[in-house]
């Protein structure tokens, strides 16, 4: 079955940086485009940044375009998120997700955290 597990999570103070990590499994994570999200308390679950097949010309929202960076390694079946300049509006719990032919999947989510 699908398997996403994210980790990297925490608590970090307004500038700081974060690195998330997705382990995937149950499907070929090489074929496929991969997914970070959030929701923060209260919002609906926004799409944060896509990385395709080829592993270039990543897409990001808006807000978070220039400080944050999706990556993948296709080898580990990994796709991370680095996300630098942390702001306060950043906090929400982080979600790794596919979509695929018979469904999308999300993992268990990652708390972050931004605060003084």
Known sequence: QVQLV???GGWVQPGGSLRLSCVASGFTFSAVAMNWYRQGPGEARELVATIP?????????TDVNGRFTITRNDA???VYLQMNSLKVEDTAVYYCGVTLAYGKFWGQGTQVTVSS
């Open 76 to 78: 580990r079946k990994t």
């Open 53 to 61: 097949t080829t592993g270039k010309n990543a897409e990001y929202a």
């Open 6 to 8: 994210e980790s990297g």
